[in-house]
């Protein structure tokens, strides 16, 4: 049976009454303006801050830019189409969409990788980190992570660019995500071929990544444990505790995501999910890194001084 090939489709979000509506934008809103001051802050008190400027604040900073570049690409619309009955999204946008949601991801993968590298130097060959976390090596695998970020996500880039989408334009999602996308493909016999691309991708870039950063708190809490006094033990943990909160609160929800071989069927689950990761966890990584680093804590306080 011929279908006719879609030029847009149709962003679901969340469907709520119109009275609830305006509540909803408000408490995004909210949530958006907080991820965005809060990264900000972060990194301008890292630039402002002398004894700010080494290799762990860099990193902390170049992070901070990142979350603001991801949570950018799904809250204005999200934000849009909460006040507007318009929730019309080109397949062209859909997918330039999805592609930037992908490169966020899988650079926020290895930068992860890179923080956690840096703490395993520091702590595991405290003698030796100046000459390895050099600002050279520092820049070196930031420019890394970016370029990752952005070759990892380029075949189902391709693969979407050239598809065409057939069936019901309605997407149940607030953002271009890869299993709605999938749900409407076309040419079926080829599903099957860009999941298991997508799927090998998603375990190469999450579950290396994950592996590696687990690897490298292993080593350093085995090196922890060795500290005699429980006071040193405290502290060195404390230089790596935020840097691990983030960890989890991120590959939780992502591995459930994307660490799959069927994504076919999109769920409500899903939705939430996504939300946690693509809203809620940006805006809370800034609070983590603020409220649990005592120095970022301090240069807030000499900067309020200042004023």
């Not at 619309?77 to 080109?90: E, F, H, N, V």
Request: glycine letters at 4%; one cysteine or more.
């Amino acid at each position: 049976m011929n279908q006719s090939v879609l030029s847009h489709f149709i962003l679901l979000g969340f469907p709520v009454t119109k009275g609830i509506q305006p509540f909803l934008f408000l408490a995004f809103f909210v949530i958006y303006f907080m991820s965005l001051t809060c990264n900000l802050l972060i990194m301008g008190v890292a630039y402002w801050d002398q004894k700010l400027h080494c290799p762990m604040y860099f990193f902390i900073s170049i992070f901070s830019f990142l979350e603001i570049c991801y949570t950018s690409v799904t809250m204005p619309r999200l934000l849009r189409d909460l006040l507007s009955d318009d929730k019309i999204i080109p397949i062209q946008f859909c997918v330039v969409q999805f592609y930037f949601l992908f490169v966020l991801g899988s650079t926020e993968n290895f930068l992860l990788s890179s923080m956690a590298y840096d703490r395993y130097v520091a702590i595991c060959n405290p003698l030796r980190y100046n000459s390895i976390i050099t600002h050279r090596a520092c820049v070196f695998l930031v420019l890394g992570a970016w370029m990752g970020g952005f070759l990892a996500p380029l075949m189902p880039l391709i693969f979407l660019s050239v598809s065409a989408f057939c069936g019901s334009n309605i997407i149940d999602h607030f953002y271009c995500d890869f299993s709605p996308l999938l749900h409407h493909f076309c040419i079926t016999d080829s599903i099957y071929i860009i999941e298991t691309i997508f799927f090998l991708l998603a375990c190469i870039i999450i579950l290396g990544n994950f592996v590696f950063i687990s690897t490298s708190y292993g080593l350093v809490i085995s090196i922890i444990a060795k500290i005699p006094s429980r006071k040193g033990r405290r502290k060195t943990l404390s230089t790596c505790g935020s840097h691990l909160t983030v960890v989890c609160l991120f590959y939780g929800s992502i591995i459930f995501m994307y660490v799959r071989s069927d994504h076919s069927t999109p769920t409500q689950v899903d939705k939430v999910v996504s939300l946690f990761y693509s809203v809620i966890t940006p805006t809370l990584n800034p609070l983590i890194y603020g409220l649990r680093n005592e120095d970022i804590k301090q240069a807030l306080r000499r900067a309020v001084k200042m004023i």
